[in-house]
């Protein structure tokens, strides 16, 4: 029997892979984060499958849900919210069942950020403008950050940051990232991406917490910061270009740079 670690998405139900949808079909036990997966989503397992809530269980709870099902022959889906690889606390998870000998499979999901940048209708890496995009949060009651990794650092790069669990200390933010971005930089702030309540806060960084606090956006919520989310005025990609080889580049054709290299 396997456990998969599914990702739910950042939000709408429908917004789950085909391939997790299929997974929580077929498992018997499926344990659930209930303060952020949609209920929903639930619909999707067997009717008579047993379902956790484990928004109130912590590391040693879960791991013991999911080693018992296993024994008892059932697999199991351990529905998370966004996409597993990031923010997710699968890692521990994992290296619970490793030392258990329960095997597992990941099922990626659609990650917070992606549905935060498609309700901005932005793409976030731009030609000549930014092509790196950094991923990260702050520390403050959860766990500390690495050496290196703070925002005053990281900013330095001047690339697209995207804040995780950071809403609650937007302040803080815009006090650490005004030196290296500018007062005029764009920012966003989307809250409950891809949701029926979804909000979505534009401006300059600047600017940026006041309309957050005004909001009363204080969870469920991404922030970005960068010059990608303001580009107008860019060179076309060389992908579609006119200008390109497509004998010589002939591997490119069709395909986006962000699987082939192409740019």
Known sequence: MTVYFIGAGPGAADLITVRGARRLAECRVCLYAGSLVPRELLAECPPDARLIDTARMDLDAITAELVGAHGEGHDVARLHSGDPSVFSAVAEQMRRLDAA???????????????????????????????????????????????????????????????????????????????HYGADCPAAVVAMASRPDEL????????????????????????????????????????????????????????????????
Not at 127 to 156: C, K, N, S
Not at 200 to 209: N, S, T
């Open 101 to 179: 000998g329960v095997p597992y499979e990941v099922v990626p999901g659609v990650p917070a950020f992606a549905a935060a940048a498609a309700a901005l209708k932005r793409e976030l890496t731009v030609p000549t403008v930014g092509q790196t995009v950094i991923l990260t949060r702050v520390a403050q009651r959860a766990t500390p950050m690495p050496a290196g990794e703070d925002l005053a650092t990281l900013g330095r790069s001047g690339a697209l940051l995207v804040l995780h669990l950071a809403a609650r200390y937007v302040d803080r933010v815009v006090a650490e990232l005004l030196p």
């Open 200 to 263: 979505v806060l534009r401006g300059p960084l600047d600017g940026i917490a006041a309309q957050v606090k005004a909001a009363g956006v204080a969870r469920t919520a991404v922030i970005m910061v960068g010059r990608t989310l303001g580009a107008e005025q860019f060179r076309d990609s060389h992908l579609y270009s006119a200008e390109r080889d497509r004998d010589g580049d002939s591997h490119c054709d069709g395909v986006s740079d962000s699987v082939t290299g192409c740019s």
